[in-house]
């Protein structure tokens, strides 16, 4: 984590010499359901021990906004009442979340804000949640008298992705960096929220993050079409099926798919086969894990990295070679985290194959594309909190 006196120095040195609260929230791993989250299924998140730390301050003016970015050198200065915003993609999620505040009756007034992250940035480790719910935390703190809920505060982040940053995303992320806990992954039914906190300890294996450092970009990106194209499939079995309640693609079943297969076209198809997939693997995993059985989740794992390579078509080809040598290496399993189109892979590995494991990986990747993956070792940290 962020060293709370580095944020703290800047912070004096920028503004006006006064200290104010300091907030942190994490990144996140998905063991799996990717793409679940926004078709109404279940994902299985943990908070990491890596994140987003701000000190922030009320400055007593009506709607004025000064923000350093600390990492990026970068200082935007901004109103609150500019209904444009700023420019900047970081300050953005600053605007977005304060906004999305005012908006569930927040009084939330000018303020002051420098922060630094050691998230990796585009990695599919949700740098960006990270930035909101740790921003959400401060202003619920500073404006809010901590009333606003954990749930009010996930969803504020997302709004501000939908709202204010181009990317239609699920809840996924926000989710875990509100909700992580140390030592526990999270089971989260997309559709009710229910959700139950999963110690995760597994005995003789390590989750290990490898980024591939092909860097990640959700804004703009396909990731919206992913969306449609599952949103296309459900209108399509909707029509169908008039006597039916048809949300989402988990309210579809596999024989509906079918039906329509020839109507939406290959691409919706192959997308909607891996989503429905993926969410029988959830359930799988979850009874693999209550018995114990890590070789049952790793296939898993593998089944879901071909499905988001071939069907989903996130993957890359780093990610993809990254995959093969975790295959070859006998890691247990291995897949794409997150979003897709670059970032990580997530690996289970027995702790007496991580050593050949990561010197394989290393060499080899390097000799393919001139440079080693990095390699995060996973902890599973807490959720977004005022550190001071
Ligand atoms: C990104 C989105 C999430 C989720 C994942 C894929 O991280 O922000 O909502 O859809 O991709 O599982």
Redesign the pocket.
Known sequence: MIDIEFVRSRFIKHFDGKTGNVYTSPGRI?LI??????NGGF?FPGAVDKGITAEMRANGTEDTVMAYAIDLKDRVDFKLSDPAGPKASWARYIYGIAKEFQKLGVPVKGFNIAFAGDVPLGA?M?S??AMESCFACGLNDIFGDNKVSQWDMALAG?AT?HNYCG?N?????QFASVFGKAGCLMRLDCRSREFEYFPFKPDGYRLVLLDSVVKHQ?AGSP?NDRRNSCENVVKHIAAKHPEGQFETLRDCTWEQLEEVKDEVGTEDYMRAKFVLGEKDRVLAVCDALNEGDYEKVGEMMYKTHEGLSKDYEVSCEELDYLNDIARECEVTGSRIM???FGGCTINLVRNDLYKNFIATAKKKFNEKYGHEPKVYDVVIGDGSRRLC
């Open positions: 998905n359901g990717e793409h679940t989250d926004y994902v599919g949700s960006s949640a997302q992705e990317v995303c699920g809840i996924m992320d959700l990731y997150g979003g897709g």
